[in-house]
C-alpha cells in the first residue's frame, strides 16, 4: 500500500505584480499600456464596437470614486445589482476608490433573497441596471434603499471629475487599506443559508498574481461570466493584470457573435457553458454532413497517437469557426465537467484546463498548469498556497483545507460560522478530495452531500451522478437518498433525444440505468428514478442547486 498524501503547496515562480489595491493596480495598468484597449464590448444592433482606453478609464473612475466620496460613501457597502456591461465595471472600480465595500447581487436571484442579503449586509445604495427596475424599485420601497441607475454613472463622474477640479482631492490622496473588506459575496447557497463572504483586495490580486504562475494568461478573451460572482471577478483582473484587452460579452446568448469580432485565445467559463459550446461543434459538424468524417479523422488522430494540439487546431479549423478562428486553450471552473466533453475538445486540439476554487478563496485553489495538464484532476495547489486533505480514509480522500494569501477574512456578521471554517490558518472547504503522487487534487465531492445510508457505507452523490452523466439523454441529474436507498432525479437532453429520434427517453435511461446496475457494488446500485420537465435551480455559475422541487 503507497502511502497517503495529505499535504502539497507549490512555490511562486514569477515576481509580484508590485500591487495589492485595485487603484495602483490601474494606475499601473494606465501607465504601462496607454495605448492598449482596456475594454471592448459590441453594440448588437449595430454591430459597431466600443472601445475603452486605459486614460479615459481611470478619469472616468476617479469621477466616480470621489463623487461616492463626497458624498459620504467611504466604508459604505454599496450594492451592485445589473447585467455585464461596462458600467458596471465602473461602478466597482469607482467604489474601490472610494474604499467602499461592494456587495455583489445576482441579477437572477429572487427578490426574497435580495432582499435577505441586502439586509443582512447594511446596504442602503444599489446601483442597477435598467433590465431590474422593476425588481429594485421593489426592493426600494421596502428597504428604503437609494437607487442609481447605470444610465447616469457616467453623470455622476462627470460630476466627480468636476469636484476633483475644483480643488476636491480627498478620495484620491486617501491611503487606501488593502487588507480592508472590500467585495461581500454571498455564497450561492446550493445547500443551508448563504453566508456573507468578505474579500480584499489583497485576497483578489492575489489570487490573481498566483493563477498567472500556471496559466499563461496573457492572450485576447472574451469575459462572459456574470460578473456579480467572484470567479468572473478574477478573470476579467487577469486580463487586465496581464496587459490584454477584454471584450464583455453584453448578453450570453450572442456569444458567438463577440467571438467573432474579438478571436478570443483563452476563455473562462463554466462546465454548462463548455458543454453548449462543444454540442455548437457538433451542430456545424452536421450541418455540413460531414459527422462520419471528422469521427473518422479523430480515430486516425488517436491511431497516430502524436498529433500536436496545434496539428489537431488546423485540422478542424472549419468547424471551429464559431470561436473566432484563434481559440487555443479553455479555462474550467465553478463545477465539476463530464470527462467527455474534455476529450471532446482535445480532439479538436482545445485543452480543457480544469480548476478548483469557493468563493471562500478568492476563488482558486487549484488549476492545471499549461504544460502539464492531467485529466480527471483539478491540477496544483496554486503557488503560494497549501492544501492539507484533513482525516483521509483508506483511499486518502478528506476534507480540502487550504491556507494561504487567498483565503476569505471571515463570513460577515457571522462569528460562529467563521470560526467553524477557520481553524489554526485553515480554511476547511467542506470539499472533499485527495491527493496524488504528483500533487495533483482530485475532487470526490462535498461532505454535505455524502449519503450514508444505514450499514454504515458513505456515498459519494457526485460519484454516481458524473456515472449517470455517461448517458447522453440526461441532461442534469442528482443523487440522493431515499429511504435508505440511493434515488436519482433527471432531466432529459431535449436535443439528444430528437437528434436521434429516440422514441421514449425516459425508457432509455432506465436501460442505461439497468445496465450500470449489473455492474455496480449493492450499496451503489440506482434503485429509483424520477423525471422533472424543468431544468433545476442553479447558481451565478449554473451549479445545480440540491433543493429536490
Known amino acids: 500500500m503507497t502511502d497517503i498524501k495529505t499535504y502539497a503547496s507549490v512555490p511562486r515562480r514569477k515576481p509580484s505584480l508590485g500591487f495589492d489595491n485595485f487603484r495602483t493596480m490601474l494606475e499601473k495598468m494606465c501607465s504601462d499600456r496607454p495605448k492598449v484597449p482596456l475594454y471592448t464590448f459590441l453594440d448588437y444592433a449595430s454591430n459597431e464596437q466600443s472601445t475603452i482606453m486605459p486614460k479615459d478609464f481611470l478619469s472616468a473612475v476617479e469621477g466616480v470614486g470621489t463623487w461616492l466620496y463626497e458624498y459620504g460613501k467611504k466604508r459604505k457597502v454599496i450594492g451592485i445589482l445589473g447585467s455585464n456591461s461596462y458600467e458596471w465595471l465602473l461602478t466597482f472600480y469607482g467604489a474601490q476608490y ?157 456569444m458567438t457573435t463577440d467571438f467573432q469580432v474579438a478571436k478570443p485565445e483563452i476563455l473562462f467559463l463554466v462546465p454548462m457553458i463548455i458543454k453548449n459550446l462543444y454540442g455548437a461543434v457538433w451542430q456545424v459538424i452536421r ?86 495538464i492531467k485529466q480527471g484532476t483539478v491540477g496544483l495547489a496554486l503557488p503560494g498556497h497549501e492544501i492539507m486533505i484533513e482525516n483521509p480514509n483508506e483511499k486518502g480522500i478528506g476534507e480540502i483545507c487550504a491556507k494561504g494569501p487567498s483565503v476569505m477574512l471571515g463570513y460577515y456578521n457571522m462569528e460562529e460560522e467563521t470560526a467553524k471554517a477557520l481553524k489554526n490558518g485553515w480554511f476547511h472547504t467542506g ?41 447522453k439523454a440526461i441532461a442534469e441529474v442528482v443523487v440522493y437518498e431515499k429511504e435508505d436507498k440511493i434515488a436519482a432525479m433527471i432531466y432529459l437532453d431535449k436535443d439528444f433525444i430528437t437528434t436521434n429520434k429516440i422514441a421514449d427517453g425516459q425508457e432509455y435511461v432506465r436501460n442505461f440505468v439497468n445496465e450500470y446496475n449489473k455492474t455496480a457494488s449493492t450499496t451503489k446500485k440506482i434503485n429509483e428514478l424520477s423525471f422533472r420537465d424543468e431544468p433545476f435551480e442553479k447558481t451565478a455559475t449554473q451549479k445545480i442547486k440540491r433543493i429536490l422541487n
Open 98 to 254: 472610494c474604499s467602499c465595500i461592494v456587495l455583489l447581487l445576482d441579477k437572477t436571484a429572487s427578490e426574497d433573497i435580495l432582499k435577505d442579503q441586502i439586509t443582512r449586509s447594511g446596504c442602503q445604495d444599489v446601483f442597477y441596471s435598467s433590465d431590474l427596475s422593476k425588481t429594485v424599485e421593489h426592493l426600494a420601497e421596502e428597504l428604503n434603499l437609494k437607487l442609481y441607475p447605470f444610465e447616469k454613472i457616467n453623470e455622476y463622474s462627470k460630476e466627480g471629475r468636476e469636484m476633483i477640479n475644483q480643488g476636491k482631492k480627498a478620495c484620491l490622496d486617501d491611503e487606501i487599506n488593502s487588507e480592508d473588506v472590500a467585495v461581500i459575496m454571498y455564497t450561492s447557497g446550493t445547500t443551508g443559508i448563504s453566508k456573507g463572504v468578505m474579500l480584499s483586495s489583497k485576497n483578489l490580486l492575489m489570487n490573481c498574481e498566483c493563477v498567472k504562475d500556471l496559466v499563461d494568461t496573457c492572450k485576447d478573451q472574451v469575459h462572459i461570466l456574470p460578473l456579480n460572482h467572484i470567479y468572473a471577478i478574477l478573470t476579467q483582473l487577469l486580463a487586465l493584470v496581464s496587459g490584454k484587452s477584454l471584450h464583455i460579452c453584453l448578453n450570453m446568448r450572442r
Open 431 to 471: 470539499d472533499l478530495g485527495f491527493l496524488d503522487e504528483d500533487d495533483y487534487l482530485t475532487i470526490t465531492g462535498r461532505i454535505k452531500n455524502l449519503i450514508i445510508l444505514s450499514n454504515g457505507e458513505n456515498i459519494s452523490a457526485e460519484e454516481l451522478e458524473a456515472k449517470l452523466y455517461y448517458c
Open 287 to 372: 450541418k455540413a454532413g460531414d459527422e462520419e468524417k471528422v469521427k473518422k479523422m479523430i480515430s486516425d488522430n488517436k491511431e497516430k497517437g502524436n498529433v500536436s494540439y496545434e496539428q489537431r487546431r488546423e485540422m478542424f479549423a472549419p468547424y471551429l469557426t464559431i470561436f473566432g478562428g484563434r481559440l487555443k486553450s479553455i479555462i474550467s471552473g465553478g463545477a465539476p465537467i463530464d470527462m467527455q466533453v474534455i476529450k471532446g475538445f482535445e480532439d479538436f486540439g482545445i485543452p480543457i484546463q480544469e480548476g478548483y476554487g469557493i468563493t471562500e478563496c478568492s476563488p482558486v485553489l487549484a488549476v492545471n498548469p499549461d504544460e502539464n
